[in-house]
């Protein structure tokens, strides 16, 4: 037994970690007690809230939003819960919307040791020459600096895009990679970096995440 567990508890989350495992997303609450003969929602929320008081998983005020966060129990899954926090544009930049749209799940392999890393879904094609197309949804991996060169998500006063950024003496250039579109000379003192892109998920059949 899991230290600090009791059994029905190490068995939620072993099952939680299962289905995990074999279908890329958590399961409901209805679900677990579905598959534990629990009669009430209420009934499973009491060992859900045990176990995140335990230190063993994390939810959001979202359907299907149990994360497994204990080191122990985490490698049963192949994919990590990431907060899509809404739209980052590759033409025209747009506001970002800090707020969790969904929870997406994202290979384990993409963000394994990266600290909260979330996503943002794009908009616009001017970056389509390094493959990333309207709607593709961005892995950022947060942080304040980047290297020259580097595929980074900027806030650029009020608004964010999603860009190859290019250091020079006084001014940042903002790189497209489709030539329909002219780079973005920004003003450093206005310009701050969000994080790297380290990934990306695509959608092929065309349906809204």
Request: net charge neutral.
């Amino acid at each position: 037994m899991a230290k600090g567990l009791t059994t029905r508890q190490e068995a939620i989350l072993r099952y939680i970690g299962e289905y995990l495992e074999d279908n890329g997303f958590p399961p409901s609450i209805r679900e677990i007690g579905s598959e534990f003969g629990i009669g009430s929602l209420r009934g499973v929320t009491v060992h859900l809230d045990a176990l995140e008081k335990k230190g063993y998983i994390e939810r959001a005020n979202t359907p299907r939003s149990i994360k497994i966060i204990h080191p122990a129990f985490q490698s049963q899954s192949k994919v990590r819960m990431l907060p899509l926090l809404g739209s980052i544009a590759a033409g025209v930049p747009i506001l970002a919307q800090e707020q969790v749209e969904d929870l997406i799940p994202v290979p384990l392999h993409m963000v394994r040791n990266i600290a909260d890393a979330y996503l943002l879904r794009v908009k616009g094609d001017s970056m389509s020459g390094e493959g990333i197309n309207p709607r593709d949804l961005v892995v950022i991996k947060p942080q304040q600096n980047a290297n020259h060169g580097d595929l980074v998500a900027v806030m650029v006063e009020d608004e964010a895009t999603v860009k190859r950024i290019h250091f020079g003496s006084n001014s940042i250039t903002l790189m497209p990679s489709n030539p329909a579109y002219d780079p973005m000379v920004v003003d450093p003192q206005y310009t701050r970096v969000l994080g790297k892109v380290v990934g990306l998920i695509r959608d092929y059949e065309g349906m809204a995440f």
